[in-house]
C-alpha cells in the first residue's frame, strides 16, 4: 500500500516528511479542482479523481511516518498476511526456476557426457581400422615405422635458357660494371664527393 503511496506521489520511497509534502504540494497544484472549474465535465472529473489519490497517498505516508517517529508499528495485520503471502509466493516461485534449471544442466551434462563417450568410441573405431589397413591384427603390437632421412632442401632450378627477365638482368648487371669501371661515371668514386 505504501509502495501504490509513493508512486501516486511520483517519488521513491522515503522517510523524509518534507519530500513527501513536496511532492503532494506540487500534484495539488497541477490537479487542484479550482484550477479546472471552467472546464469541461469529464476534464474536472479526472482533476478531482487524482487530487484524492495524491490526498489519500498524502494522508497514508503522513500517518505512517508519525507512527514510525513515535515507535508504534506501521503494519496492521491484513498488511503484513498479505506480504508475507507475496514473499511466499515470490520463494516457491524461485525454487520452481530453481529446479528447471537444475534439470536442465543435468540433462544438458548426460548429452555432454554422451557425446564425449561417443567421440571416444568413433577414435577406437578409427584407430582399429587404421591398425586394419596397416595389417596389424588388434592386441598386436603396431610395428615401428622407419626413420626417414631429415629433407634436404632443393637447389631451384637454374636457368639455362635465356628468358626476357634473366637477359634483362644481364644487360643490367653488364652496365653496372661498365659504368664502374669509366672515370668520371655516376657510379665511380670520383662521383660520390
Same mark, same amino acid.
Given at each position: 500500500?505504501?509502495?501504490?503511496?509513493?508512486?501516486?506521489?511520483?517519488?521513491?520511497?522515503?522517510?523524509?516528511?518534507?519530500?513527501?509534502?513536496?511532492?503532494?504540494?506540487?500534484? &495539488?497544484?497541477?490537479?487542484?479542482? !479550482?484550477?479546472?472549474? !471552467? $472546464?469541461?465535465?469529464?476534464?474536472?472529473?479526472? @482533476?478531482?479523481?487524482?487530487?484524492?489519490? +495524491?490526498? &489519500? +497517498?498524502?494522508?497514508?505516508?503522513?500517518? =505512517?511516518?508519525?507512527?514510525?517517529?513515535?515507535? $508504534?508499528?506501521?503494519?496492521?495485520?491484513?498488511?503484513?498476511?498479505?506480504?508475507?503471502?507475496?514473499?511466499?509466493?515470490?520463494?516457491?516461485?524461485?525454487?520452481?526456476?530453481?529446479?528447471?534449471?537444475? &534439470?536442465?544442466? &543435468?540433462?544438458?551434462?548426460?548429452?555432454?557426457?554422451?557425446?564425449?563417450?561417443?567421440?571416444?568410441?568413433?577414435?577406437?573405431?578409427?584407430?582399429?581400422?587404421?591398425?586394419?589397413?596397416?595389417?596389424?591384427?588388434?592386441?598386436?603390437?603396431?610395428? +615401428?615405422?622407419?626413420?626417414?632421412?631429415?629433407?634436404?632442401?632443393?637447389?631451384?632450378?637454374?636457368?639455362?635458357?635465356?628468358?626476357? *627477365?634473366? +637477359?634483362?638482368?644481364?644487360?643490367?648487371?653488364? @652496365?653496372?660494371?661498365?659504368?664502374?669501371?669509366?672515370?668520371? =661515371?655516376?657510379?665511380?668514386?670520383? *662521383?660520390?664527393?
Amino acid at each position: 500500500m505504501q509502495s501504490q503511496a509513493f508512486e501516486t506521489l511520483g517519488i521513491e520511497p522515503t522517510v523524509d516528511g518534507r519530500a513527501i509534502r513536496a511532492a503532494f504540494v506540487r500534484i &495539488a497544484r497541477i490537479y487542484h479542482p !479550482d484550477r479546472f472549474a !471552467d $472546464q469541461p465535465e469529464d476534464v474536472r472529473l479526472e @482533476a478531482e479523481r487524482r487530487m484524492k489519490e +495524491a490526498s &489519500a +497517498a498524502y494522508e497514508l505516508l503522513r500517518a =505512517s511516518n508519525e507512527a514510525i517517529t513515535s515507535g $508504534q508499528s506501521v503494519f496492521n495485520d491484513k498488511d503484513l498476511q498479505e506480504r508475507t503471502r507475496a514473499y511466499r509466493k515470490a520463494m516457491e516461485e524461485r525454487q520452481r526456476e530453481e529446479e528447471k534449471n537444475r &534439470a536442465r544442466w &543435468a540433462r544438458w551434462e548426460a548429452i555432454e557426457k554422451a557425446a564425449r563417450a561417443k567421440a571416444e568410441q568413433e577414435s577406437e573405431l578409427a584407430r582399429v581400422a587404421m591398425m586394419e589397413v596397416e595389417g596389424v591384427k588388434p592386441g598386436e603390437a603396431r610395428p +615401428a615405422k622407419p626413420a626417414t632421412p631429415p629433407r634436404v632442401r632443393a637447389e631451384p632450378p637454374k636457368l639455362t635458357a635465356k628468358t626476357p *627477365s634473366s +637477359a634483362l638482368k644481364t644487360r643490367i648487371d653488364a @652496365a653496372r660494371r661498365t659504368e664502374k669501371t669509366q672515370p668520371g =661515371s655516376r657510379g665511380g668514386k670520383e *662521383s660520390a664527393l
